[in-house]
T-cell receptor
């Protein structure tokens, strides 16, 4: 079974500061990992994904995440926060089976609300 | 960029009534999903649909729920007799093929059961 834990339901940073949102996963098989962002009253937008290629993944809006198998982590970072980054962020995992044909339900973490102060 | 479209954006219904939530996935996608998010809680998987049949469903997806892809375009979620606890945001998602292609989500339907 797969699961995701996001440490910290709320993170607050100042504009220009480093953003670090933590995600740890549990999976019995090699995982695919995703970060989604949800702005108020909107759907889930894909920020970036890890699908067993490079362990450092770059996404949209200056975000990146590093897959660390030994730590079962996939933390999301951004060097300098912008006011427009304020949103809720979700980490999600699915299982990449050997044939790559998994029906692939996503399992989500609880979400982290990012607040950016001027 | 292709989008997943969900209608309506907000629906209010009385307890015990049937509701149908509609989704138009991206046209060449093959895998379809419904998820829900109760206010303040995590996004939860409900059901996946592939090759015109349910491929996986969660414990939440009981006999009150059903899905259909009636015309090769729409993908619907029906709740037969709504309960107060069905109030949530419901997201539709679709995927082209292998999981590494990523998933595209719609903007959701907020269902309020009164």
């Amino acid at each position: 079974a797969q699961s995701v834990t996001q440490l910290g339901s709320h993170v607050s940073v100042s504009e220009g500061a480093l953003v670090l949102l933590r995600c740890n996963y549990s999976s019995s098989v090699p995982p695919y990992l995703f970060w989604y962002v949800q702005y108020p009253n909107q759907g889930l937008q894909l920020l970036l994904k890890y699908t067993s290629a490079a362990t450092l993944v770059k996404g949209i809006n200056g975000f990146e995440a590093e897959f660390k198998k030994s730590e079962t982590s996939f933390h999301l970072t951004k060097p300098s926060a912008h006011m427009s980054d304020a949103a809720e962020y979700f980490c999600a995992v699915t299982e990449a089976n050997a044939g790559g044909t998994s029906y692939g339900k996503l399992t989500f973490g609880q979400g982290t609300i990012l607040t950016v102060h001027p | 960029e292709p989008e997943v479209t969900q209608t309506p954006s907000h629906q209010v219904t009385q307890m015990g009534q049937e509701v149908i939530l509609r989704c138009v996935p991206i046209s060449n996608h093959l895998y379809f999903y419904w998820y829900r998010q109760i206010l303040g809680q995590k996004v939860e998987f409900l059901v996946s649909f592939y090759n015109n049949e349910i491929s996986e469903k969660s414990e939440i997806f009981d006999d009150q729920f059903s899905v259909e892809r009636p015309d090769g375009s729409n993908f619907t979620l029906k709740i037969r007799s709504t309960k107060l606890e069905d109030s949530a945001m419901y997201f539709c998602a679709s995927r082209l093929g292998r999981a590494n292609y990523g998933y595209t989500f719609g903007s959701g339907t907020r269902l309020t059961v009164v």
